[in-house]
């Protein structure tokens, strides 16, 4: 059991092939849910959720999204420690994500965040999922105890 509370925030369109990634992951997780674990598929607007994260008082911020960075493989996984500082245009959607971020703070929430990506092939309407994304998806739930672990701020934390 959880010492540390974290709450996973999956943002995604379902509708655009591989940016759909933070969605589908989320409601793949939710069987990991608990008292000190709180998964929401977001879709795409995260701050609708604020009163929910608020709310929760996590210890840590986990949020899922297709990444667009330079010099990265398709269906690479990331995990970016303190959400999305220091890579520039990173999300597939419009809002910042450091922004809602920042916004929570300043609401008083104290955190760390992460953010857990992988590299899109494509983000067009209506297309499925491309394998690359669908294999990191599926190497993610294996490991899901792994990636648990190091968003805990308590590292006596088992899963």
Do not use: W
């Amino acid at each position: 059991m959880f010492k540390s509370k974290i709450i996973i925030l999956g943002i995604g369109n379902r509708l655009k092939s591989d940016d759909g990634f933070g969605s589908i992951l989320a409601e793949r997780l939710n069987s990991y849910q608990n008292e000190n674990l709180k998964i929401i598929d977001c879709g795409e607007v995260p701050e609708n959720y604020i009163r929910e994260i608020f709310d929760f008082k996590p210890d840590s911020i986990v949020i899922i999204d297709a990444l667009y960075v330079p010099d990265k493989a398709v269906g690479e996984v990331l995990i970016l420690e303190e959400g999305a500082k220091d890579v520039p245009s990173i999300s597939t959607h419009a809002g910042s994500l450091e922004l809602f971020l920042d916004v929570l703070k300043m609401q008083g929430l104290s955190f760390n965040s992460f953010l857990l990506g992988i590299i899109p092939e494509n983000v067009q309407m209506g297309e499925d999922i491309s394998e690359q994304v669908q294999k990191g998806i599926e190497d993610i739930l294996k490991k899901f105890p792994e990636y648990l672990k190091k968003f805990s701020l308590n590292k006596e934390d088992i899963v």
